[in-house]
């Protein structure tokens, strides 16, 4: 609490506790860091004001930065100034300012040091409140051999590891299953969706493959050996970076046809054209590789006058030969050898029979015929795009090949059941495993009679078991069976949080949130919640990933938010909640209220209020006063809701602190629109409501890239923003009216 409190007490020009309202000094009030941030909508960006970053970031090593001792946080001097580092800038320069620098002299040293200063700035200003990090158990049928010798991880789940095993089974298969609905989009799981199903994630990687960059088991990027022959990296004189890959030359799909580099190029050339466009009902980004922004992607076929039909930054060599090139402003990203990773696919697939790629030395393009029209003016390839994409018949299963290790033979959308069969043409995995198990039946489970399900023989395995109930029942099961069943256990990457709509409501002010946190016993939610199978951590990261490690190394320390109401009322006071709904001082009883400028806050913290009105925000003496009052959104049928109405709504610290919880019980779909406070799955209203909601959230990418997601961009900040907050250490003025 010492380091929470010294942090407190470096935030510039804090209300007075002193006197009623009409004694606060309003233009201290507004001089507030935060109340900076609320006022951004009275702004250019680019003009008033820009992010630090794209001010001088791209300029900035590690060595130029300077680490209080205190507090652990970073700082920068531009142009004689000493300037904090916000989530913005530090996410940013963690991926993308990795040159070796001062004491620092790996790229790892250089990222695990801007991820250290990141995740303590995070522990800090407190975007989410983690509650709990389980355990998780893999229960199988032992007649699946191999789980011991080749286990799962957060990295590597049983679809993934089961290349390794073999079934014992008379008819050579595995059932597995999953509590998430399989939609039967297996090719593309994100056409035209916000966000993809992880089962349908999972088919996908299993009949996707012969990829040139290999997800590693322990979470990393290596080249795919198996199928990259030779790779060269070349940084160009403007800075860009250009990958060419050559393949071998005995690779082919699941119907025996041979793979040529053609096959590597055919989908992203399809997928950067308005056709995709047009085909998914939205725009895929490509603007990592050269010439698509601005060029390419403006091209709508013969006779477009706008852009071109030249993609310069892909160029097909040879028959086993393509490169991409990436422009020097993406150049050093830290994960670069991901801008080379292609994976094969069915060129007709994409680009529609008798379409072909052609490069004359500027770039590859296709074939005019691609670009053609019907009637009504619409791309005929976009619906033939959109039926390879959607159709979930055997028929278009079966109409081309797949590249994994598996293709897919049926789907039956009446029970959620995807049938898969094992590709003999295969080449491997990148460490050369090819499957054994002849058939994959991957179906929906549902929690409540999975463990009968499974004793029945209707699964073979059962993954991401968690809880104290499940777990006891599971590893019971298992340790019965005479050997029949066995399980591994691994600790999860990601947790279940109590998230914030970090712009809106009491939630916005970081000293809310951290009130929240200090109010809870956390590790004994964890406790109550996992059985005993599983723990808290204090920020976004899993324990055994390599950056934590490294950082603690480093020497990073964070704040536990040890369980302490004092300590919550004094961070509150600090922040000047000190009044009653009246603007007098604050009585000690009921619900405070913190005052807010006139010329700072917006309409939708005007019109704040709790879920049945009984508080709301007034209007006193000039300045308006928002009530400490948390409408919080939680989702149905889920024991984590449950025990947040004790551990959260009715925890006694909370209305110790002078704060009341709201909660409204709901799905999880509407529960995001809240979130997003747009009708994303139509069902928002238009007028926000709620500042908080409990979900959860994972680290298990093999990338830990957080650039863009913390931006103060307006032109970006509704579609990359990740919490919805405005770190104001981020905020760059450049009108000194403006600030």
Request: hydrophobic share 35%.
């Amino acid at each position: 609490m010492k380091k929470l409190m010294a942090l407190l007490m470096a935030v510039a020009m804090m209300v007075s506790v002193v006197g009623a309202l009409a004694d606060v000094d309003a233009a201290a009030v507004a001089d507030q860091p935060e109340f900076q941030v609320m006022n951004l909508g009275n702004y250019e960006y680019g003009k008033d004001y820009e992010s630090l970053y794209d001010y001088c970031g791209k300029d900035i090593t590690i060595a130029d930065v300077r680490e209080d001792e205190e507090t652990g946080f970073g700082y920068i001097t531009v142009d004689g100034v000493e300037h904090e580092l916000g989530l913005d800038f530090l996410t940013m320069a963690m991926v993308f300012n990795t040159t070796p620098a001062g004491e620092y002299e790996t790229e790892d040293d250089v990222y695990a040091a801007w991820w250290r200063l990141y995740i303590t700035r995070w522990n800090y200003l407190l975007p989410e409140v983690p509650l709990y990090s389980n355990e998780y158990y893999d229960l199988y049928n032992a007649q699946i051999k191999g789980v011991q010798e080749h286990p799962t991880n957060p990295f590597w789940n049983p679809a993934s590891a089961l290349i390794d095993w073999s079934s014992e089974k008379a008819d050579n298969s595995i059932i597995l299953g999953s509590s998430t609905e399989l939609s039967g989009q297996f090719r593309v799981p994100a056409f035209g969706k916000s966000s993809p199903g992880s089962s349908d994630n999972d088919v996908a990687n299993l009949v996707t493959g012969l990829e040139t960059v290999s997800t590693t088991k322990e979470g990393g990027y290596e080249w795919n050996d198996t199928v990259v022959k030779a790779h060269e990296e070349t940084f160009n004189e403007d800075g860009s970076l250009t990958y060419t890959i050559t393949i071998y030359d005995d690779l082919k799909l699941s119907d025996g046809s041979a793979v040529n580099a053609k096959n590597y190029l055919a989908a992203t050339m399809a997928g950067a054209t308005p056709v995709y466009t047009e085909a998914a009902s939205r725009e895929s980004s490509f603007r990592t590789v050269k010439g698509w922004l601005g060029e390419y992607q403006l091209y709508t076929g013969p006779g477009s006058e706008a852009g071109t039909k030249v993609f310069s930054g892909l160029r097909l060599l040879d028959d086993y030969t393509f490169s991409v090139t990436i422009p020097a402003e993406f150049a050093n990203y830290f994960y670069k050898i991901t801008y080379g990773g292609f994976s094969a696919e069915p060129v007709a697939a994409y680009l529609g029979e008798g379409v072909d790629i052609f490069d004359d030395g500027e770039g590859c393009y296709l074939s005019d015929e691609f670009y053609a029209k019907d009637e009504e003016g619409k791309y005929i390839q976009a619906a033939a795009i959109r039926k390879l994409c959607t159709d979930t018949s055997a028929e278009n299963y079966a109409a081309y090949p797949w590249s994994g290790p598996y293709y897919v033979v049926s789907f039956d959308n009446t029970d959620s059941t995807a049938t898969l069969k094992l590709n003999p043409y295969f080449k491997g995995n990148y460490e050369g495993a090819t499957p054994h198990i002849e058939t994959i039946i991957y179906r929906r489970a549902v929690s409540a009679t999975q463990i009968e399900d499974f004793k029945a023989g209707g699964l073979d395995v059962i993954a991401a078991i968690t809880g104290g109930a499940d777990t006891d029942n599971a590893l019971k099961l298992a340790d019965e069976s005479n050997g029949a069943y066995v399980y591994t256990h691994y600790s999860r990457a990601g947790y279940g949080k109590l998230g914030f709509r970090a712009d809106y409501g009491p939630a916005q002010f970081t000293s809310v949130r951290q009130a929240i946190a200090l109010c809870m016993d956390r590790p004994r939610f964890a406790k109550d919640f996992t059985g005993g199978y599983g723990g808290v951590v204090n920020g976004p990261y899993y324990t055994g990933s390599w950056m934590y490690k490294a950082a603690v190394e480093q020497g990073m320390e964070l704040d536990d938010y040890a369980t302490s109401a004092d300590d919550a009322i004094a961070v509150l006071v600090e922040d000047g909640w000190v009044y009653n709904a009246d603007g007098t001082d604050y009585s000690g009883e009921g619900v405070r209220y913190k005052a807010i400028p006139a010329d700072a806050i917006n309409e939708n913290d005007k019109n704040y209020k709790s879920v049945d009105g009984a508080y709301k925000t007034e209007f006193v003496n000039g300045v308006y006063l928002m009530p400490l009052v948390i409408n919080w959104y939680g989702t149905a049928d889920n024991e984590f809701t449950d025990l947040l109405q004790t551990g959260f709504r009715q925890n006694a610290n909370i209305a110790k602190a002078g704060m009341v919880v709201y909660n409204t019980i709901g799905d999880f779909a509407p529960m995001l629109d809240e979130l997003y406070q747009q009708a994303a799955y139509g069902y928002y209203s238009g007028s926000p409501m709620y500042c908080a909601v409990n979900f959860a959230t994972g680290f298990n990418s093999a990338a830990y890239d957080y650039s863009y997601n913390m931006t103060v961009d307006p032109s970006m900040y509704d579609d990359y923003s990740s919490y919805y907050i405005k770190d104001y250490a981020d905020i760059m003025w450049l009108n000194a009216e403006a600030e």
